[in-house]
């Protein structure tokens, strides 16, 4: 267990220093942790609600802050460039996010166009239905896409990491609460980006 709660330490450790330099990036990401919270409650009440939060609030804030708001030029803090921790990542590169998204945004066109899923499922009838069977299809990519990228480190270096990264992705909006909730009144005092002292120091 010392070597799962190291791992998982270096494993949030890296994605703080590298990735989350800006204090707009921090701001949304406490955002984003604070919807998935409540997602995860309404997860023991409706499904496919909690889905539909956690996609259309919590993912969207969350990666608007890493697209448009993280500096992706050369790295003075970590002494790194931006395709040096691209290779390196953990988790979904920008690449990796890309592809995610964009079977996201398919997911309700293909319901749209095929309502039945040619045939595994019954065709929504009105709106809350559609959602529903969105919400639920957006559930399974979640999963999915948290399974895919265990097995891709799984083959790529070892088991054990890809269980910790699940581990730490399942738990990051807890952490992130308390790693980012004074990011918004560094944004109100103007500061666009961390200092990163703490970084700096290690």
Known sequence: ???????LKTQRWDDHRYYH????NQSLHLLSAV???????????????AALLAWLVSMTSRQAGHFFFEPRGYDDVNQATD?????IKIGYNIRRKVV???????????????P?????????????????DVGLAWLALGVAGLLFRVVQLWIQQDAWTGIVWAFKIITDPFH?????????????????IDPMAHVKHK
């Open 83 to 87: 395709a040096h921790k691209e290779e």
């Open 35 to 49: 919807s998935f919270v409540i997602a995860y409650a309404l997860l023991f009440v409706n499904p496919a609600w």
């Open 21 to 24: 330099h800006s204090r707009i």
């Open 1 to 7: 267990m010392n070597d799962f709660f190291q791992q």
């Open 100 to 114: 995610l998204l964009a079977v996201w945004v398919l997911v309700p066109v293909a319901l749209w166009l095929q």
């Open 116 to 132: 039945s899923l040619f045939g595994q499922i019954a065709p929504a009838d009105g709106l809350m239905e559609f959602l529903n």
């Open 176 to 192: 992130d609460i308390v790693l980012y909730h004074k990011a918004p009144l560094a944004l109100l005092r103007g500061e666009m």
